[in-house]
């Protein structure tokens, strides 16, 4: 919320007396969460899901423990063809699944999937369809001359690509800057169809935004040799609303804080006696990807 | 002081032997400006009855023929005696004088012994000059800050607008300003009122037992009347302050027949702080103004008066952008005396308050408004039935306007209007209200309003499906549009009230009261504090109208030969229905499906209040301590079980004190002690492909308390020696003394700084103590 922002900065802009101080609270953690984190996609790269428990608030973040001795599998059900995907405990809560390299064979566009843990008594299931993604044309070098307020004078990059035909496509940006996932909270670059909401702009090249404006820091040019990858995952809109609850939570707080909102999950828990609480997301994406190396 | 009238103004002076019965009616006035003085008691000895001025200070008492006497007493004025031969039905006005003539520090005397003796519970009036002699914020002498000093009333805390009467939101509040409800009573976000303290008369806050004659707001009435203007001599007073300055100058248009008051306030703030100001805040403005402005005449039978308001706040940024917000409110009064025992007044007003935000840049600009408007009239009756016997009756009608928001967005794709429509609604109300007011023990007063909401168009309404799970966003069902002034949706309530007194010996009392308030306006707002770009929103086919009934009881005592103590004990309950709360990441502006984020719920509060204040003497003020819970029950939130409100606080200890040395020195201090507030928190957290996801585990809402508030004000007045018309003095002030950083909220902070971790951050919006010199002046 912008205007919330916009009214703190007032207020501390007034009063110069004002203070932060970072202090000790007390409180109760809910109750223990087992948590499910299924991003998967049809590269032929290592596809991990990690099964982990919620930590209260005031722990050091990253610090949840791995659940281990899980079955992971994920389940094509589609066409009356059963193809079943084992995840491989690899410890630490991580499940690996390594696609076929002779084979090539993944999950399939279009196609129903079934995530299947089963853990401690606890069955959780969950569906998601793989959507269509868009194609990369091109990711283009931009060269700013410095003229413009907020852009220091250097070389960005541009992505060249088109939102799919009809509404209600959804899609995940990633930036990998020599191959590392930028993954800081204000890298998150969702897509709704052209825009990053719905308001049936549909079909064309993906606003500035997204194609520009969540792919680079103005205030960092990529300097010479940088190996700049763009990958678009086609993304079901529940994960679009899902991400983008992440992120608004992520900046809620201060003076003009709403009440935290309970974060959703797809996942549920078919342990008909006492059930676990569960959290996370599956989510099974058509990725297309495209490099660049800044001349 | 004795005073003998002999009113001859009949011949049948046989009759006047004989025991008729007549009435003396009129109004009682300052005897320096004219002003009239509302609730001053004229007491008649020889019968034990007594009248009570209304708001105007009109006052109508049926007494026997023959010689009488007359004691009139009001607060802050010298009582008088008059002993009168009455021989017909008589109209005499009564002139008093205040009980000492310095500004600002005067010691006020209270009426004697009629907080025991009236019929009022869980009332309290502040006047202008005990407002003065709090120590203030930035030594500037505040009205709504006054009032949080009173029992039963809090806030969040510094920073935050308006003000919480016994459990019940700032919006729950009626804040009239000569009689035009104004609807955010902040300057720079609740650091200061709108009122100015040069053009206030006095402040009466209703907190229980509301008569029928007010409506529209759950909690509380708080009645800011302004002073009509000297109509005897010119008169100018202001101050030259921190932070602002302030100038009145009232006076005569038409000696003793008519008036004026003009009174205006401005911060410069900006100006002082623009050499100071970096490359980032360069070109900034920030200000606000109000500005007062009064005329009055009057004839034999008739008064008419014409006020008006006007106040922005409004913060600028190098033309990037602009905020604006403020009231206006326009009152036109016309009090008519039909006879001795009718007295009537009518009113009309509109009051209007809105805010605007604009930003600009190379490529797109943004505007944004909103506001509500309503106009109102309304006609109120007192007839004095008997010298036991008042009623009370009336009439009101307001149309609301009501703009949600207009947003329009310029930029290379051209314009895109986020606007919503605008919404209207018509509010009625009559009421009817009688006072027993016997030579017994035993008085009551009784009363009835009944209001109508009419929700209308032109305009869609919308009508949703059930929530698939309690406490989720409820989604569309279908949309009907409705013509320009169809109902579409139409309440109708039954406001009983009452109030009882039992009267135990002169020196205490003991009192009750019950009234059930409805109201059909809300405040959508669900940040810690409210911001003044919350939006008003009329009760709809979705928002149903808020009600509350509010039981009170209280014990009354005065102590020491001249009532020099007046104590209160009070206890109240209040059951509260449809109260507003909103879904989880509920989307409150520009919303145009914002009755689907809405949550309904209920409510209770209960407490009680210890009050005593010492009126006479060198040494004055008072104590105040409040014991109360306020808290909510709606589906879908923590579990739906109880929470406490955001503004719930158990404990609440204020004391006030004034000291005058002498003529020339005078010292105040308040010291304040609250229980934290309660604020909401994450129970735990897990982890996303990298990113942290806050957890609200099982929908905890107000689940951690803030610490505990406390803070010390000191003040000094230094009083110049009086030279000719010349009266001034200075005022020396320390806010928050030694130091506290008390907190206005504690918050979560996810990923902290980019630390790397999640904090707890408690945010102090005053981090020191805060000195404050201002000089203050009068001439008359």
């Known amino acids: ?56 608030y005031f722990a050091k973040p990253g610090s949840e ?145 997204i194609k520009y404006g969540a792919i680079n820091n103005f205030q960092e040019p990529k300097p010479t040799g940088t190996k700049i990858r763009v990958e678009i995952h086609s993304i079901s809109v529940e994960t679009f609303y899902y991400i983008n609850q992440i992120f608004s939570e992520n900046q809620n707080g201060g003076l003009f804080a709403t009440p935290p909102i309970n974060i959703g999950t797809n996942i549920f828990n078919f342990n008909s006696k006492k059930k676990r609480a569960v959290g996370g997301f599956f989510s099974i994406s058509d990725v297309s990807r495209k490099v660049v190396v800044i001349p | 002081m004795r005073i003998v009238l002999f009113l001859l103004a009949t011949l049948f002076m046989g009759s006047a032997f004989s025991q008729q019965k007549y009435s003396i009616s009129g109004y009682v006035r300052d005897t320096n400006s004219g002003e009239s003085i509302h609730s001053a008691v004229i007491y008649n000895v020889e019968a034990n009855v007594q009248s009570t001025t209304n708001n105007y200070g009109f006052y109508s008492l049926g007494l026997m023929s023959g010689l009488q006497s007359i004691k009139v007493s009001a607060a802050g004025m010298q009582s008088k005696e008059f002993q009168i031969l009455l021989l017909s039905d008589t109209a005499i006005d009564f002139f008093m004088s205040p009980t000492e003539k310095t500004i600002g520090i005067a010691t006020v005397r209270g009426k004697k012994s009629e907080n025991v003796k009236n019929i009022d519970i869980s009332t309290q009036t502040i006047t202008s000059q005990t407002i003065k002699q709090i120590p203030a914020f930035l030594g500037e002498a505040d009205v709504i800050k006054s009032v949080q000093l009173l029992p039963g009333v809090s806030s969040v805390g510094e920073g935050a607008s308006g003000f919480n009467v016994r459990g019940g939101g700032i919006d729950q509040n009626l804040v009239l300003m000569d009689e035009a409800p104004v609807f955010n009573s902040a300057h720079l976000f ?65 000696k003793n027949k008519a008036s004026f008051l003009l009174a205006g306030r401005r911060s410069y703030i900006d100006v ?58 326009a009152t036109a009064r016309w009090n008519h005396v039909f006879n001795k025992k009718l007295f009537s007044n009518f009113t009309y007003f509109y009051s209007r308050y809105r805010y605007n935000i604009e930003f600009n840049s190379k490529d797109a600009d943004f505007n944004w408004q909103s506001y509500i408007v309503n106009n109102s009239a309304k006609a109120d009756f007192n007839w004095y039935a008997s010298s036991k016997h008042e009623i009370l009756f009336g009439a009101q009608s307001t149309y609301y306007t009501f703009k949600p928001g207009k947003a329009v967005v310029n930029n290379n794709n051209g314009t895109t209007d986020f606007s919503l429509p605008d919404k209207f609604g018509l509010e009625n109300a009559v009421y009817i209200a009688e006072e027993f007011n016997p030579s017994g023990k035993f008085s009551y007063r009784l009363g009835l309003r009944v209001s109508n909401f009419m929700y209308l168009g032109k305009g869609n309404a ?126 409150l502006l520009l919303n145009e499906y914002l009755e689907g984020d809405l949550l309904t719920g209920k409510g209770r509060a209960f407490g009680a209040e210890w009050y005593i204040r010492k009126v006479t003497g060198k ?23 109880w929470y406490p409100n955001r503004f719930d606080r158990k404990h609440n200890l204020y004391i006030i004190a004034n000291y005058k040395l002498n003529e020339k020195f005078s010292f105040s201090g308040n010291f304040v002690v609250s229980s934290g507030t309660p604020t909401t928190f994450y129970a735990g957290q897990y982890n996303i492909q990298g990113y942290t996801v806050p957890d609200a585990g099982s929908n905890a809402r107000n689940n951690v308390r803030n610490p505990i508030y406390h803070r010390l004000d000191l003040s000094v007045t230094y009083t110049v020696k009086k030279r000719k018309r010349w009266e001034s003095n200075w005022v020396l002030s320390c806010y928050n003394v030694y130091n506290r950083r008390n907190p206005f909220s504690i918050y979560f902070a996810t990923n902290y700084q980019n630390t790397g971790n999640n904090a707890a951050i408690r945010y102090s919006v005053i981090g020191s103590f805060i000195p404050a010199l201002s000089y203050n002046f009068k001439w008359n």
């Open chain 1, 1 to 56: 919320m912008k205007i919330k922002n916009i009214i703190y900065l007032l207020f501390i802009a007034i009063l110069g007396s004002s203070c932060e101080d970072v202090i000790d609270v007390d409180v109760d953690q809910g109750p223990e969460k087992l948590i499910v984190d299924a991003f998967v996609n049809n590269l032929p790269d290592k596809q991990v899901i990690r099964i982990t428990k919620s930590i209260p």
């Open chain 2, 272 to 329: 002082l702080a623009k050499p100071f100001l970096n490359s980032d805040l360069k070109g900034s403005q920030f200000y606000f103004y109000d500005f007062t402005g009064k005329v009055n005449y009057r004839r034999k039978r008739d008064n008419f008066y014409i006020s008006t308001y006007i106040g922005d706040d409004a913060f600028s940024a190098q033309n990037a952008f602009g905020v604006k917000w403020g009231n206006t409110t």
């Open chain 2, 619 to 641: 040494l004055t003020g008072w104590i105040s301590y409040t014991l109360s819970k306020s808290e909510r029950l709606v589906n879908g939130i923590n579990d739906n079980r």
């Open chain 2, 462 to 587: 919308y009508y949703y499906k059930p929530a698939v799970e309690t406490g989720d966003r409820r989604f569309i069902d279908y949309v009907k549009y409705y013509n320009q002034n169809e109902v579409i949706a139409n309440y109708t309530n039954l406001e009983p009230r009452f109030g009882f007194k039992y009267q135990m010996g002169q020196q205490s009392s003991v009192k009750g009261g019950y009234n059930r308030m409805v109201q059909n306006l809300h405040l959508i707002s669900n940040t810690a504090a409210s911001v003044p770009f919350d939006v008003w929103q009329p009760s709809t086919n979705n928002i149903l109208p808020e009600k509350a009934d509010q039981y009170t009881l209280g014990y009354f005592k005065n102590w020491g030969k001249g009532d020099d103590f007046e104590s209160s004990f009070e206890v109240y309950y209040k059951d509260l229905k449809n109260q507003v709360d909103y879904v989880d990441g509920a989307n």
């Open chain 1, 65 to 209: 423990p791995g659940v281990e001795g899980a079955t992971v599998a994920i389940v094509d059900t589609t066409g009356g063809n059963t193809k079943l995907f084992l995840f491989a405990d690899s410890g630490k809560g991580n499940y690996i699944f390594h696609p076929d390299a002779s084979t090539g064979d993944t999950f399939t566009v279009g196609h129903n999937h079934i995530l299947l843990v089963v853990q401690g008594g606890d069955t959780l299931v969950s569906l998601a369809t793989m959507n269509k993604t868009a194609l990369i044309d091109s990711l283009q070098i931009k060269y700013e001359d410095g003229s413009t307020i907020g852009f220091k004078k250097g070389n960005y990059v541009e992505l060249r690509a088109k939102d799919l035909p009809g509404y209600g496509n959804t899609y995940w940006v990633k930036t990998f800057v020599n191959d590392t996932f930028k993954n800081g909270i204000f890298d998150i670059n969702l897509a709704y169809d052209m825009t990053q909401t719905p308001n049936n702009q549909d079909g064309g090249e993906f606003i500035w935004p």
């Open chain 2, 190 to 254: 609740g650091f200061f009122s709108i009122f100015n303290p040069d053009a206030v008369k006095d402040v009466q806050l209703v907190k229980g037992g509301i008569p029928a004659n007010y409506g529209g707001r759950l909690s509380s009435t708080l009645d800011v009347r302004m002073k009509d203007g000297n109509n005897k001599k010119y008169e100018a007073n202001g101050g030259i302050g921190t932070i602002f300055s302030r100038a009145t100058i009232e006076g005569p248009i038409v």
